[in-house]
C-alpha cells in the first residue's frame, strides 16, 4: 500500500500510523520523489477536481495565471496543491483520511 502526500502533513502521518499497523503501507513524499505526469494524469482521471486543493496554503499563494493551469500540470508545478493523501491500495485509489476511506480500509465504523 502507498500513501502519496507529504512527510510533514499530519493527516499523512496519522494514514501512515494506521495503515502501517495493519499493512506494508509506505509514504511517498511528493517532494522528495516528485510524481509523473502520467501518475498524476491517473490520479485526476480517478478523483476529477476533487485532486487540487483549493485550500491548501499553497492554493492561495498562487497567482490567477497558475490557479488557471491544468490541473495535472499544476500539481507536476506545486506537489503540495494536491488533496493529501493518495492511498493505493492494490488497485484501488482512495482520497483524502476521511470517515469513508478508514472504513473501507480499516473497517471502521
Same mark, same amino acid.
Given at each position: 500500500?502507498?500513501?502519496? %502526500?507529504?512527510? $510533514?502533513?499530519?493527516?499523512?502521518?496519522?494514514?501512515?500510523?494506521? @495503515?502501517?499497523?495493519?499493512?506494508?503501507? !509506505?509514504? &511517498?513524499? &511528493?517532494?522528495? =520523489?516528485? @510524481? %509523473?505526469?502520467?501518475?498524476?494524469?491517473?490520479?485526476?482521471? !480517478?478523483?476529477?477536481? =476533487?485532486?487540487? $486543493? /483549493?485550500?491548501?496554503? /499553497?492554493?492561495?499563494?498562487?497567482?490567477?495565471?497558475? #490557479? %488557471?493551469?491544468?490541473? &495535472?500540470?499544476?500539481?507536476? =508545478?506545486?506537489?503540495? +496543491?494536491?488533496?493529501?493523501? &493518495?492511498?493505493?491500495?492494490?488497485?484501488?485509489?482512495? @482520497?483524502?483520511? %476521511?470517515?469513508? +476511506? #478508514?472504513?473501507?480500509?480499516?473497517?471502521?465504523?
Amino acid at each position: 500500500m502507498r500513501i502519496i %502526500g507529504l512527510k $510533514n502533513c499530519d493527516t499523512c502521518r496519522a494514514a501512515l500510523k494506521a @495503515l502501517g499497523a495493519v499493512s506494508d503501507a !509506505v509514504l &511517498v513524499d &511528493v517532494r522528495a =520523489a516528485p @510524481l %509523473g505526469r502520467d501518475e498524476i494524469a491517473r490520479y485526476h482521471a !480517478v478523483f476529477g477536481p =476533487a485532486l487540487v $486543493n /483549493t485550500r491548501s496554503a /499553497t492554493w492561495r499563494g498562487l497567482d490567477e495565471a497558475a #490557479r %488557471g493551469m491544468d490541473p &495535472v500540470d499544476l500539481i507536476a =508545478a506545486h506537489p503540495a +496543491v494536491m488533496k493529501r493523501p &493518495v492511498i493505493e491500495a492494490g488497485d484501488q485509489l482512495y @482520497l483524502g483520511w %476521511g470517515p469513508e +476511506v #478508514r472504513a473501507a480500509l480499516l473497517g471502521e465504523a
